[in-house]
């Protein structure tokens, strides 16, 4: 298979020349040269891809309007207009090279104690979505998806061997990063060009502590500062597994380690002005290699015997309990029975949208669109992905498909708070929803449940328009 190297230059000029592999470089003498030159000579605005194509950093015309995308020509109609379009990118041309002279492009508003930043201008938004794919190329990192991360966890857990885990949150993440370390990060970062540096450390200077909330290069330069610390908790004694997602930490050691070694290593290791948030610490106790089964021992309380399990804690939206495997007449499992259910900070948002639901319909009256809400809640939709032109789904199921019972625990909590909203006369907002509702929509609401929608896949279909409007009781819930 023949694989090619692209030699860009400012000029849009290119010299392909074909390479069968890393060891035979088939390139003329000129055009080895010419490569070795080009990388000399544009190192501040070029770094080399993974498919030995040099990426131009620098923001100009091309860059810019390189960034827009699919989903941009939707939600911003104006774009669709030829010189609008390039009207907006040389704005963005000026704005970059102005260093925002203009004034401080992002705005912010305040959402339960945290600062949300959003960017109003779309030419300055495309700066700063360059800004972010330039410190993306010279990140090394891959975020592992959610799914992928609490498969890997249920799988480690059920191991009949001896471990501990710890399930650890940084505390304040994107506002505690000191705005000096992150702007010393980039400037050790030689493959990332001037401008890009410049114009990061101007968006830092103008908004808030740490990284600006809310904005896409906060991700990018956060997982960037936290390489780092990865590698460290990776390498270290006794750790066989470790994940982190965004600020979310889960570690499972051997349990052989000295009490409070890995959280004290942790806080030594976390970059400069990240600390761990205690209250939510979760350190349970070693559990011990499974036994081989003895007849002539009394039977232990195992899963599905009685709700006691060795191991309970909340991970990315899951809730996890360990048990030891049955005790039969025929045992040879040496494997632990993980259980996954929906963990209670979930359960408790999706109770929150079920109040604001009922006590949206106490002041507008429409009944369509309280079902409308609940039907979203209790089933699965599809989301169109602009940007790729393609529908991604989502809803009950689709966002816990990894919970093990189709009745788990948590989804008849939530239908027992559902039969409650709908039936109770109890409390400001239920006592007034009962007094403006008739027996018959009542009835009708109680169609909707949790445990049969989970359990048969259930799928609604919304248009745009609706699901937005469906959505506007919950923005910030």
């Not at 708070?417 to 109680?446: C, D, E, I």
């Amino acid at each position: 298979m023949t694989t090619y190297l692209t030699l860009i230059t400012p000029q849009k000029s290119s010299h392909r020349c074909s390479l069968r592999n890393e060891n035979r470089l088939r390139l003329t003498p000129f055009a080895r040269k010419a490569y070795r030159v080009l990388l000399e000579i544009h190192s501040e605005h070029y770094t080399v891809g993974d498919w030995h194509t040099l990426y131009d950093q620098s923001f100009n015309h091309s860059t810019l309007r390189g960034v827009i995308q699919r989903g941009d020509f939707l939600t911003y109609p104006p774009l669709r207009d030829v010189i609008h379009k390039e009207v907006t990118v040389q704005n963005a041309v000026k704005a970059a090279e102005s260093m925002f002279s203009g004034g401080n492009p992002v705005s912010s508003i305040l959402v339960a104690g945290k600062t949300i930043n959003r960017v109003a201008s779309f030419s300055d938004k495309l700066v700063i979505r360059k800004i972010d794919r330039n410190i993306k190329r010279i990140s090394p990192t891959f975020q592992e998806s959610r799914s992928s991360i609490v498969s890997n966890v249920k799988s480690l857990l059920s191991e009949g061997v001896p471990y501990r885990s710890y399930r650890l949150d940084v505390k304040s993440f994107f506002e505690s990063f000191p705005k000096n370390f992150i702007i010393d990060l980039l400037h050790d970062a030689r493959t990332l060009s001037t401008p890009t540096k410049q114009l990061t450390a101007k968006l830092l200077d103008q908004n808030g502590p740490g990284l600006p909330r809310g904005l896409s290069i906060s991700s990018s330069l956060s997982e960037l500062a936290m390489i780092p610390f990865d590698a460290a908790l990776k390498k270290l004694d006794h750790v066989f597994f470790y994940a982190r997602f965004v600020d979310d930490i889960l570690i499972v050691t051997s349990g052989d380690e000295p009490e409070g070694f890995v959280v004290d290593y942790i806080e030594a290791t976390l970059p400069a002005g990240l600390t761990l948030n205690r209250k939510k610490l979760e350190t349970p106790t070693k559990l011990t290699t499974i036994k081989p089964y003895d007849a002539n021992k009394t039977k232990v309380q195992t899963f599905g015997q009685g709700k006691n399990p060795l191991l309970s804690m909340e991970y990315l939206g899951y809730a996890f309990e360990v048990y030891d495997p049955p005790k039969t007449d025929t045992p040879r499992n040496q494997f632990r029975t993980v259980r996954l259910d929906i963990s209670e900070s979930k359960r408790n948002k999706i109770k929150k949208r079920i109040v604001l639901a009922v006590y949206s319909y106490c002041k507008n009256k429409n009944f369509q669109l309280l079902e409308n809400r609940l039907n979203f809640l209790t089933s699965n939709f599809s989301i169109e992905d602009k940007n790729r032109d393609q529908k991604r789904l989502a809803g009950l199921y689709y966002n816990y498909y990894l919970i093990t019972d189709s009745d788990a625990d948590g989804l008849k909590e939530l239908d027992c708070f559902l039969r409650a909203a709908v039936l109770s006369n109890k409390g400001r907002t239920f006592a007034r929803f009962y007094k403006n509702s008739t027996p018959l929509q009542r009835r009708q609401l109680l169609t909707h449940s949790f445990v049969f929608n989970f359990r048969k896949e259930a799928f609604v279909h919304h248009t745009a328009k609706q699901l937005k409007q469906i959505q506007r009781c919950w923005k910030y819930a």
